[in-house]
Antibody
Framework: QVQLVQSGAEVKKPGASVKVSCKASGYTFTSYDINWVRQATGQGLEWMGW????????GYAQKFQGRVTMTRNTSISTAYMELSSLRSEDTAVYYC????????????WGKGTTVTVSS | SYELTQPLSVSVALGQTARITCGGNNIGSKNVHWYQQKPGQAPVLVIYRDSNRPSGIPERFSGSNSGNTATLTISRAQAGDEADYYC???????????FGTGTKVTVL
């Protein structure tokens, strides 16, 4: 079945970086964009950006420009999201979700990766 | 930047109809998608492009979009419909996806 499997929980210190992976299976990885969405405890959904696994093209929310990098390894159908210069406010659950294209709906979601930033 | 406003909470009696609104400037010109999120779980797409249901989503879920308001309607509400609901659009002016503020639905 179609699924996105994310890497496990991370605990990082302020100023460090974190890299979360999202492995796709059950469909052609390069046919769908991958979005990253985060959610702090008790808060709403916050879109971080998207990546086209075929071209490698990316688009990031202005809030994260300069701090986020989205990449992929097509040989293992895996997308990555790296967030640098972590601060406590980055503590959240990070989701990957596929969409058919920009402006498309996100029809399959990973289960989420909890990232905790704490000294 | 484009903003989507949702009511913080909506309550509905068991078996009745709940309507969740999503307000945005000229949202009727955009494609609106709706997600259901239960505690501790990832969001699930329940309506795409204003009024289309993905396979597996009950017919009780429907959507509409016109003017400055999109609406998700849950008919014959069940206890299992209790969740947070989010609307989402693509803002072409900033090339960004935008989520609404979220609405907590309680079934009484």
């Amino acid at each position: 079945q179609v699924q996105l499997v994310q890497s496990g929980a991370e605990v990082k210190k302020p100023g460090a970086s974190v890299k979360v992976s999202c492995k796709a299976s059950g469909y052609t990885f390069t046919s769908y964009d991958i979005n990253w969405v985060r959610q702090a405890t008790g808060q709403g959904l916050e879109w971080m950006g998207w990546m086209n696994p075929n071209s490698g093209n990316t688009g990031y929310a202005q809030k994260f420009q300069g701090r986020v990098t989205m990449t992929r390894n097509t040989s293992i159908s895996t997308a990555y999201m790296e967030l640098s210069s972590l601060r406590s406010e980055d503590t959240a659950v990070y989701y990957c979700a596929r969409s058919l294209a920009a402006a498309g709906s996100m029809d399959v979601w990973g289960k989420g990766t909890t990232v905790t930033v704490s000294s | 930047s484009y903003e989507l406003t949702q009511p913080l909470s909506v309550s509905v009696a068991l078996g009745q109809t709940a309507r969740i609104t999503c307000g945005g400037n000229n949202i009727g010109s955009k494609n609106v998608h709706w997600y259901q999120q239960k505690p501790g779980q990832a969001p699930v797409l329940v309506i795409y492009r204003d009024s289309n249901r993905p396979s597996g989503i009950p017919e009780r879920f429907s959507g509409s979009n016109s003017g400055n308001t999109a609406t998700l309607t849950i008919s014959r509400a069940q206890a299992g419909d209790e969740a947070d609901y989010y609307c989402q659009v693509w803002d072409s002016s900033t090339a960004c996806e935008v989520f609404g503020t979220g609405t907590k639905v309680t079934v009484l």
